[in-house]
T-cell receptor, first 111, second 114 residues
C-alpha cells in the first residue's frame, strides 16, 4: 500500500544547529514533493517544492533534497532559531492526482 | 493580498446535527480544496474544485458530506448528519490553477462533535 512516513517522533535541537527532517515514501512515483510548515491553530504554509528531476533546492536557510532511488526527501534548516519551532509536513503529488500529506514532524528549537 | 478566509473558526455540535463551513479563496484562484485534518495527522483531501466544477471527490463521504462552489468563487462544505469521528479541523486551500502547485491554506475550522 502507499505510505508516507516522516520522523516518527518529535525533534528537539539546540539553537544554531542544523535541523534535518526526513520524509520517506513507498509505492509512489511522485512528480513533485512539497514541504509545508504548520503552526498550532493555523493552516499549513508552503515552503518549498522540488521536482522529480531535481536533486536539491535551496531557499534562504532551507534546503530540500529529493532522492527518487531511495524514495526519500530530506529537509534541512540551517542556523535554526526558536522561531523555526513548528510542525513540518511533506506532501507528494503524482501527476494527475491529489496532493497527499505525511503526518508531519514536530520540531522544537531550544534557546 | 488577502489570504484564504474561513468561518466559523470553531464549532461545537452534537452528533446527528448538521453543520456548514464557508470558504473564500484568494481572489483569482481557480482551484479550491477542502481538507480534513484529524489531530496528529496530515491534511486529507476531501474535494477539489476547478472553478465551479468538481475535479476530485473520491475521498468525500458522500452519504453525509456535500460541497458546492457556486460562481467559481466562495465554497461551502456541509456535514449532515455529523458523527463523532467527524471531529477535526476542516481546512480550505486555493491555488492559482491546477497546474500551479503551491497551495494557500486558510486558518481552518475546528469542529467538535459531542
Amino acid at each position: 500500500s502507499q505510505k508516507i512516513e516522516q520522523n516518527s517522533e518529535a525533534l528537539n535541537i539546540q539553537e544554531g544547529k542544523t535541523a534535518t527532517l526526513t520524509c520517506n515514501y513507498t509505492n509512489y512515483s511522485p512528480a513533485y514533493l512539497q514541504w509545508y510548515r504548520q503552526d498550532p491553530g493555523r493552516g499549513p504554509v508552503f515552503l518549498l517544492l522540488i521536482r522529480e528531476n531535481e536533486k536539491e533546492k535551496r531557499k534562504e536557510r532551507l534546503k530540500v533534497t529529493f532522492d527518487t532511488t531511495l524514495k526519500q526527501s530530506l529537509f534541512h534548516i540551517t542556523a535554526s532559531q526558536p522561531a523555526d519551532s513548528a510542525t513540518y509536513l511533506c506532501a507528494l503529488e503524482v501527476v494527475g492526482r491529489q496532493l497527499t500529506f505525511g503526518s508531519g514532524t514536530q520540531l522544537t528549537v531550544l534557546p | 493580498e488577502a489570504g484564504v478566509a474561513q468561518s466559523p473558526r470553531y464549532k461545537i455540535i452534537e452528533k446527528r446535527q448538521s453543520v456548514a463551513f464557508w470558504c473564500n479563496p484568494i481572489s483569482g484562484h481557480a482551484t479550491l480544496y477542502w481538507y480534513q485534518q484529524i489531530l496528529g495527522q496530515g491534511p486529507k483531501l476531501l474535494i477539489q474544485f476547478q472553478n465551479n466544477g468538481v475535479v476530485d471527490d473520491s475521498q468525500l463521504p458522500k452519504d453525509r458530506f456535500s460541497a458546492e462552489r457556486l460562481k467559481g468563487v466562495d465554497s461551502t462544505l456541509k456535514i449532515q448528519p455529523a458523527k463523532l469521528e467527524d471531529s477535526a479541523v476542516y481546512l480550505c486551500a486555493s491555488s492559482l490553477d491546477q497546474i500551479v502547485y503551491e497551495q494557500y491554506f486558510g486558518p481552518g475550522t475546528r469542529l467538535t462533535v459531542t
